[in-house]
């Protein structure tokens, strides 16, 4: 199971929280940072239906495979 953090930093003369390479948007704060996270860590939690997915790998070969909903990642927030 893959597992988020996401990490409270200081971006962009405010305040963001970091996956990985990826910001949020700034907030003014480090407590709305703080929240927004919290808030996007809960979300991604939430299960979804079941789909098919097709995609292309590097070597130009298709796949169909089923995306279970429930394989969600876990989550943390490093502050």
Do not use: C
Not at 26 to 51: K, M, N, W
Request: charged residues 30%.
């Amino acid at each position: 199971m893959a597992k988020l953090i996401y990490k409270i930093v200081e971006h962009d003369g405010g305040w963001a929280y970091k996956v990985g390479e990826t910001y949020s948007e700034t907030f003014p704060t480090h407590e709305d940072a703080l929240r927004a996270a919290e808030i996007a860590s809960a979300e991604q939690q939430v299960a979804g239906s079941s789909d098919g997915i097709q995609y292309e790998d590097a070597d130009g070969n298709w796949h169909d495979e089923l995306a279970d909903g429930r394989d969600r990642p876990q989550t943390e927030i490093s502050d």
